[in-house]
């Protein structure tokens, strides 16, 4: 196997650009193989609702809730639910962990002897087991990830900008973060306008809510940080290193987007109208500042102009996600020999990314640029697990399919001999679909 020295890419990068980091290639059966674990969905499921349940029976008997409000009813602001929120959905691995926390402080709060403090043994029990079966399914997959790091024989050059998203703050969704400062400042802007527009001279004389808001969003910010820096002492303990894998949103552990509606800059020509799409003054900060809209009515990316190709043209091009614009499907990927190489990869919840180097160790052709990995995350099921379309803006893209199509069929096209396994179906006026 080639190392880097001898690979074609490194003569570009003078060795202080970047970080030479190890990389493995995964077979597709290794990948495959990668064992399954308690999805995520059961996890949040097994935490929050019996902790939902718990709270609403005990709420009338919580003597620290007397303190703060009328109730659990006085308890329900903005803030709250932000924070209910971002510790549902930004929990993950470590629900359990938050579930035995929140019932611990609840324990140690209660008269002794009493019936809640007898109930919150008992759920101390359970969110214990439930911390431990996660941590010890979560284990497996960090090992087998160490293995895989030792047998590495390949490297490759991390930029410092790719380095960047694997710093302490990266290991939470910005959903959650965005939640967690949203929550605090909500409150903050209001305590301040009261304080100033009132005659109010003391802070004990502010709307007791609101100060309550403010130590609830504080308590999440905690809660975020602390979150996210145990991801990153797990995922340090795994260690940054690459991968090559199949490029299949059905198999292994990370699901996958790709950038549908979008072009690559670098693609454009002089003559090409991407640019001058109107969807071009999106408000929206791109996903990727690489991409553009592709435009319809581009005279080289536009519908016209995709219909007019021959079949062998149409061939060399049926690759590229924006050629099927909103009618991208997964099936752009079935029986696809593509590889990617991702960065990052160090457990159940970590976000890989992916990152171009100018080979491939494995076969099979290089992944475009369009593609990238989600946060690795146990769906339901794997072999239902769908590619993620989002375009440029990062709006999900939800895909017409072929029999809702009214339009004329011009032909239909056999994508096997690049590799995929589908059909292109072009009509009349539209962008083609995958059948
Ligand atoms: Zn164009």
């Excluded at 490029?247 to 800059?265: E, F, K, M, N, S």
Aim: include cysteine; charged fraction near 20%; proline fraction near 5%.
């Amino acid at each position: 196997m080639e190392t880097e020295k001898s690979g074609p890419g490194s003569t570009a990068l003078s060795p202080k650009a970047g970080k030479q980091i190890v990389l493995k290639q995964v077979t597709r059966e290794e990948w495959a193989a990668v064992p399954r674990t308690i999805p995520n969905f059961w996890v949040a499921a097994g935490t929050w609702i019996p902790m939902g349940i718990n709270l609403f029976l005990i709420h009338d008997q919580l003597s620290a809730l007397a303190l703060v409000a009328d109730g659990l009813w006085g308890l329900v602001s903005l803030s709250m639910i932000a924070f209910a929120i971002a510790l549902i959905f930004g929990s993950g691995r470590q629900a359990p962990w938050l579930g035995l926390g929140i019932t611990g402080i609840i324990y140690y709060f209660q008269p002794h002897h009493s019936t809640i403090q007898t109930f919150m043994v008992v759920a101390l029990g359970y969110y214990g087991l439930l911390s431990i079966l996660v941590a010890a399914s979560d284990a497996r997959f960090k090992s087998l990830l160490r293995s895989w790091r030792r047998e590495a024989t390949g490297s490759l050059t991390l930029a410092s900008a790719e380095r960047r998203c694997f710093g302490v703050t990266k290991y939470l969704s910005p959903v959650a973060w965005n939640l967690a400062l949203g929550a605090l400042a909500y409150p903050a802007v209001r305590l301040a306008w009261e304080y100033f527009s009132t005659e109010t001279s003391s802070l004990s004389d502010l709307d007791a809510g609101f100060r309550f808001d403010l130590l609830a969003a504080m308590a999440l910010l905690a809660v975020c940080c602390l979150l996210s820096i145990l991801r990153w002492i797990g995922s340090r303990s795994v260690g940054i290193f690459a991968l090559e894998i199949p490029v299949d949103a059905q198999i292994g552990p990370t699901p996958l987007r790709v950038l549908g509606q979008a072009i690559l800059i670098e693609q454009e020509t002089w003559i090409c109208g991407c640019r001058d799409s109107e969807k071009n003054e999106s408000k929206k900060p791109f996903v990727d500042p690489r991409f553009i809209f592709a435009s319809d009515f581009c005279q080289v990316h536009g519908i016209e102009a995709v219909n007019k190709l021959s079949h062998s043209e149409f061939l060399q091009i049926a690759q590229q996600p924006w050629v099927y614009g909103r009618n991208l499907t997964g099936k752009i990927l079935y029986g696809t020999r593509q590889r990617m190489n991702i960065v990052g990869l160090t457990g159940w919840g970590s976000r890989p990314v992916a990152v171009r180097s100018p080979w491939l160790y494995g076969g099979g052709e290089q992944a475009s640029d369009y593609y990238a990995p989600l946060a690795a995350r146990e769906p339901l099921n794997r072999s239902k697990r769908v590619l993620k379309v989002i375009d440029p803006a990062d709006n999900t893209l939800a895909a017409e399919s072929l029999q809702e199509n009214t339009r004329e069929e011009i032909d239909r096209i056999s994508l096997r001999s690049v590799g995929i396994d589908a059909e292109a179906v072009r009509v009349q006026g539209a962008r083609p679909f995958l059948a």
